[in-house]
């Protein structure tokens, strides 16, 4: 058990790094930090005055046609635990000498500029995963996926924050704190993936990697107003994700992109999937990126409520709106009737800590760092005792068995993909978000899942809170009390797509046809 | 814990199955049961008379172009426990009469007989995995690949022993007792789908199917003088393969075939894959059947030691001789260098029992069936003490490490088939197989395995006991000892090819190519 005075100096080791890596002209000064709202600072890159033209022209477009560097930095967010500018730099000018020579792009991704959540490892870098006794691991080598991304071309200019553990949907941690959300600043970014959330969102990357076992690409995305992908597991290289939790495989989590559009997330997965990683990480499955056809019959299952949470008022209208304008549009919509969510999550929450958590609590004896209150609840998941190997098993086949039978379920009732919240509210306060299962119940299904604006934002005229609401349970009762007409006004909501197991080509393209029908 | 009488009346409860699944008339009277060594009875088909002119001509054959039904039976094998003739000849009426009607075939493999290692489910039938505790159970329904099998237009005449725990290389239980070895009584038919190796080794099936986590499919293949392929795991369906284990994923077992050919073992994946079985089964890869070329720099890799056990005499001189004739084709050979084995065998030999075997002492407990010696050699791989979730998640990560190396070697040897031994000995006597790791060794790393006839005959005259070798292990002196000249002479030697991970297309392709090459 280590001393107050022992985690925070670790600690302070990377409040350090992250200080320094911000060029000191790039900083704002603090009379350029007043904003629209005094919450939301969306608008500060146009209001800043420190972008040109030329690069506010470039924040405002996705990563389709941006061939050249971009740069933003705003400490407020608190996104970043790294930037990378000099490196970041350096590539931009190989980029530009090499297309400059050839006349070609260096691949598929030529300067786009990326964000990296900071659990990937990159070569010679602390990687720390949120746990302070992990300041001292150094990384040998970068994550197969972000040599990948080198190799298509992507300028890496910044290592992105996430929550002690990556087992919060929310994004503060003891080492270089709490990330905010620039949407709203009392609200959170979401997590694990936060600083991707807030990055992206931000357009302070274009691009940005995440990581999902839970929800963690998508409730970021969900909350920051952009577009995130968990693909299905073992398409997409896990190799030098950094965790405590090497080997463990009942519950796997994923790599996938963050982005601008939903064209952002297929260039992503092309770029990486063209290279066949599947030749150099055995572990994934040697399936490229596939064109695809949506099917003749398309039909979409909208489930507005898991049974277990219902979404908050805004989210209801939205959903509502989205069904009108997707049946105007001429497409088959279905009410999509969930199957036993319920059962779903005691699966994936026994799974989360099998071994009741005392992987993580040894972790924070080693430094004295106090246990996040998130971390607690994420831990309360597991059953109290770890489990045996036999009892694992049991859950592994108990997962096989209602993966099959969903799949089974779409397809008798002739459903492609489901549309549904990633989450009860539109946001969530800082340090509250605590259901998880909008998100994780694909997760334990390994079923793709897209998250996407739905163009729609809170409205406290029309979303009223409704106190006749009777609640299913205390959970239930719970995130129906988190809304708040007057917080949440303005604030974006989100669409989540779910497709089919190992079918993600289908589901962008789905989601592409969502789009369309909601945008017109 | 049971009575010695409840165990032994439970296994007479199959022992009568097995008996009455027998039609009297096919059973061999006693004096035709002498053979032309006493110990060789592969000429027994021929020269019973029991067998006409026409069904003799389809024993001769390889599935290919064989759409009639074959029959044989043979009690003195003991292979069986339980024939299907009632079910196998209606089904071959039916689709006798399906093709008069259309004049088409049913499906790729229509009226192929095909015998089911028992422990994979068949509706409506007892299926106990070798366990004398689970003959009280029922199947609901087929296993995945035997609805396969069927849809393709298969017969399943016969469902075929296996050894008490799955978990030996022979083939004994306390339920049908032993299966013989039909190219010398005195030998083990290898296991565990022992019963699949002696039925396709003496041609009582076309093609059988067998399952293998340590070397199950392949040991039989290779002592039956047959083919056999371990498929990369993940491509053919586990669903209803019937065990105690189900959830164990860190060293997964696979169905695959065994047949007269390689072109039987390709017929057998295409028939299945084409029928698109990850859109059922959710834990497949949705990858087909696939077209593929030879690399041009084609290039083998042979192993003739695991530098753990040296292989005997006999199959020392059938790789030395078939890498001459390979040269001679003008393909490319290098000798291959073992990858630290050992560790690998370090890995698996951990995850068969990561539970210490408890849970197999639980079942033997539930009837007071006697462990039997093999059993208790398997479990003693295991460590002393059950594993913690996370000492197993150490092991997968240890597992997944050594994949990528190995799998890195490859390409940096340029090797793309390794060519090494089935089995340190060319056989061995019943109850003796000890020796896992020329096999077990490709489940670990998860390369797909084809095993096929070497076309060599152990010769006394040729292979001589060496009592000059210095053994490197007790290990390796116990299975060089296991030699002797008279006991193997004329018994026939087999080869095994190894692919890369997934490329188990490549690997049937490049064992085509070996065997044109030494069939010349």
Redesign the interface.
């Known amino acids: 058990m280590g001393s107050i005075g022992q985690w925070s100096a670790l600690s302070q080791k990377c409040i350090d790094i992250q200080r320094k890596s911000l060029p000191a002209q790039w900083a704002l000064p603090v009379e350029k930090l007043a904003t629209k709202s005094g919450e939301d600072i969306t608008s500060l890159p146009k209001t800043s005055g420190i972008l040109s033209d030329l690069e506010l022209q470039i924040t405002e477009h996705d990563a389709e046609g941006i061939i050249q560097k971009y740069l933003s930095g705003d400490w407020t967010l608190n996104f970043a635990t790294e930037f990378l500018s000099h490196e970041a730099l350096a590539r931009a000018d190989e980029l530009d000498a090499y297309f400059a020579r050839t006349g070609k792009l260096a691949g598929p991704l030529h300067g786009i500029p990326i964000s990296i959540k900071e659990h990937l490892e990159m070569a010679g870098k602390i990687t720390h995963a949120g746990f302070v006794s992990k300041i001292s691991h150094v990384s040998d080598e970068d994550a197969l996926i972000v040599k990948l991304l080198k190799e298509a071309g992507a300028v890496l200019h910044v290592r992105t924050n996430q929550p002690q553990s990556l087992m919060h949907l929310d994004c503060d941690n003891n080492i270089t704190g709490r990330t905010l959300n620039p949407y709203n600043l009392r609200l959170t970014p979401g997590g694990s993936s936060g600083g991707e959330g807030a990055s992206v969102g931000f357009r302070a990357s274009v691009m940005g990697v995440g990581t999902d076992i839970g929800g963690s690409i998508r409730v970021p995305a969900a909350f920051n107003n952009c577009y995130g992908l968990r693909p299905t597991t073992?398409r997409n290289s896990n190799?030098g994700l950094y965790g405590i939790?090497?080997?463990?495989?009942?519950i796997r989590g994923v790599a996938g992109p963050l982005g601008q559009s939903l064209n952002d997330l297929e260039l992503f997965q092309k770029a990486l999937l063209d290279q066949q990683p599947?030749?150099?990480?055995?572990?994934l499955?040697?399936?490229p990126w596939r064109d695809v056809e949506l099917p003749t019959n398309f039909t979409i299952g909208v489930m507005m409520d898991d049974g277990m949470v219902k979404p908050h008022p805004p989210v209801l209208r939205a959903f509502e709106s989205t069904s009108k304008k997707l049946r105007a549009a001429g497409i088959n919509v279905v009410p999509w009737e969930p199957f036993d969510h319920k059962h779903g999550w005691d699966i994936v929450a026994a799974l989360y800590f099998?071994?009741g958590g005392?992987?993580y609590r040894a972790e924070f004896d080693k430094t004295g760092e106090p246990e996040l209150p998130l971390t607690t609840w994420a831990i309360q998941y597991s059953r109290e005792q770890?489990?045996?190997?036999?009892e694992?098993?049991?859950?592994?086949?108990?997962r096989?068995a209602y993966?099959?039978a969903y799949?089974?379920l779409m397809?008798e009732r002739g459903v492609d993909v489901i549309l549904c919240p990633a989450y009860p509210g539109a946001g969530a306060l800082q340090g509250t978000p605590k259901y998880w299962n909008y998100t994780a119940i694909w997760n334990i299904l390994?079923q793709p899942a897209v998250v996407m604006p739905s163009g729609l934002r809170c409205d406290k005229s029309l979303d009223k809170v409704d106190d006749t609401y009777v609640a299913r349970s205390e959970e239930d009762k719970r995130e129906w009390q988190a809304y708040d007409p007057e917080l949440f006004h303005d604030f974006p909501i989100a669409l989540q797509v779910v497709g089919k197991?190992?079918q993600d080509e289908t589901l962008l393209k789905a989601a592409k046809k969502i789009e369309e029908a909601i945008r017109a």
Chains 1, 2 share one sequence.
């Open positions: 073992l190799w939790n090497a080997g463990q495989e009942s599947w030749d150099i990480d055995t572990t499955i040697p399936v099998p071994d005392e992987g770890p489990l045996s190997v036999r694992n098993w049991s859950l592994n086949a108990s096989e993966r099959k799949h089974q397809k390994d197991h190992w």
